[in-house]
């Protein structure tokens, strides 16, 4: 079985997830309740460099109890991998070193442009999108993977 076939394995049984939504300049965060039902919206991360990005987020691990990792992974609409997966997997490795917590990776395809969607039909200001769109996209992907949890 491959990580697509059950990305959720390692996760365990309870606890907080926090829902990733790595963008090349920003980082949205998102995080669960305990009981894993709803995922909610956190903040968005303006990115620097590698370390002082995984300082912050470990510092909203330990506040929030964080017991996991979904990290939303850019597939291309066919399914193939391209460099941006690659740079979502290297940040992956890069960030287990500094974690002992499980990251899964969840399909995200589709998120932002949901997202953005949803948006759109709130009438929210392109200023607002910009500010929101990629905490809620976190959010989204955060809540895919809630669900398929509980689906089994």
Do not use: C
């Not at 968005?44 to 470990?58: E, G, V």
């Not at 500010?131 to 949890?149: H, M, T």
């Amino acid at each position: 079985m491959t990580e697509m076939d059950n990305p959720l394995a390692n996760l365990g049984p309870a606890g907080k997830l926090m829902g990733l939504d790595l963008g090349t300049r920003t980082i949205g965060v998102a995080i669960s309740d305990g009981l894993r039902m709803t995922a909610s919206p956190l903040e968005t991360i303006k990115r620097t460099k590698f370390t002082p990005d995984a300082q912050h987020l470990l510092a909203l691990i330990d506040k929030h109890a964080i017991r996991g990792i979904i990290l939303g992974l850019p597939l291309n609409m066919d399914g193939t991998e391209g460099p941006r997966v690659q740079s979502t997997r290297a940040f992956a490795r890069s960030f287990a070193q500094k974690t002992e917590l499980p990251i899964a990776f969840w399909d995200e395809r589709l998120s932002t442009m949901a997202v953005t969607r949803t948006m759109l039909e709130a009438d929210l200001s392109r200023a607002k999108r910009a500010e929101v769109v990629d905490k809620l996209a976190a959010s989204y992907i955060l809540q895919g993977a809630l669900d398929r949890l509980r689906r089994g």
